[in-house]
């Protein structure tokens, strides 16, 4: 079982001013009497000597227990070694001057991972980052189950990102894979929880974690390139004749509809073939007039 963070209560600091004022208030008179008062024995002027040092000594020990606290700040407490809670409340604050004092931010940071080297599902070497959005939630954790939380949430972060990049292939090939590229929302869902299962004993909480940068590694950028143009252009066609097929269809069932022209099998097989090349062609196509018989 873990340190947890225990919220302690801290008096004002506005009263421990109060109390010094007159601790060095009550230093000040007791030296003044015993160094002018004449009708003051040798024992009483020790005595007064005496109560003015320990009235110093004690205005410092209460000024040493002031500390300022900003706010979205935590200031975790120790007393030889000994975890006493941390203090939360804003402000001028005095707690025990014989504890020690560590300022930790609770407020929101992010940072941007290296740009890393890794291989996808499928081998291909990519670079990837990502941009990490995160707070301390648990002080008593950051300081004593992690030796540095800070560089503990920037070395766990990279470490998540690269096994993440390793359970997706860059680019999908279909609809129904799921790719760094194309399933943004869900990679960027599963690289939170990632990061949030390995930071669970650093007493951070992971807002929000999203790539900012995917590429190709360099040496394999232009082939790729060249794959992603060609099933670009492959998918591209395959729509074009999906559509073209249905456009045909449409042209014979209309025309047949209607009797506007019969045709038979060989015409219709001409048919198809002239409005094929009209619509997938790449180029315009240049009509051909027939003013006769469309029969020899």
């Known amino acids: 079982m873990g ?29 003044a009497q015993a160094a002018t008062a004449e009708d003051f024995t040798n024992g ?4 007064a000597g005496g109560g003015a040092f320990v009235a110093f000594v004690a205005g ?7 500390f300022m606290n900003a706010p979205n700040q935590g200031v975790v407490l120790t007393l030889f070694g000994a975890y006493r809670g941390t203090a939360r409340e804003p402000g001028l604050r005095w707690a025990n001057p014989f504890y020690a004092k560590r300022k930790l931010s609770l407020r929101v940071r992010n940072f941007e991972t290296q740009r890393l080297k890794v291989n996808d599902l499928e081998g291909n070497p990519i670079e990837i980052a990502a941009v990490v959005v995160w707070k301390v939630i ?7 189950e992690v030796d540095d939380y800070a560089n503990f949430v920037t070395v766990q972060s990279e470490a998540a990102l690269r096994n993440l990049a390793t359970r997706y292939p ?14 943004t929302d869900e990679v960027a869902a599963q690289l939170q929880q ?6 669970e004993r650093a007493g951070v909480s992971v ?3 999203r790539i900012s940068h995917m590429a190709y590694a360099p040496e ?11 099933g670009a252009i492959i998918a591209a066609r395959q729509r074009i004749v999906e559509g073209a097929v249905g456009m045909v269809e449409m042209a014979l069932e209309l025309l047949s509809q209607k009797g506007v022209v019969r045709l038979d099998e060989e015409r219709k097989a001409q048919m198809v073939s002239n409005l094929l090349v009209v619509l997938c062609g790449e180029r315009a196509t240049q009509p051909v007039v027939n003013t006769g018989t469309i029969y020899p």
Request: with cysteine; hydrophobic share 50%; aromatic share 8%.
């Open 3 to 31: 340190i947890r963070e225990q919220v302690r209560h801290t008096a004002s600091g506005f009263g421990a001013i109060g109390m010094w004022l007159a601790l060095w208030a009550g230093a000040i008179w007791l030296t």
């Open 44 to 47: 009483q002027r020790f005595l």
């Open 60 to 66: 410092i020990t209460v000024l040493a227990g002031l």
């Open 138 to 144: 648990d002080t008593a954790e950051a300081c004593f």
């Open 170 to 183: 860059y680019d999908a090939h279909d609809d129904v894979t799921h790719s760094l590229r194309g399933s």
């Open 194 to 199: 990632e990061i949030q299962t390995r930071l």
């Open 207 to 209: 807002i929000e974690a």
């Open 220 to 230: 394999i950028a232009q082939a790729m390139l060249q794959r992603q143009q060609a």
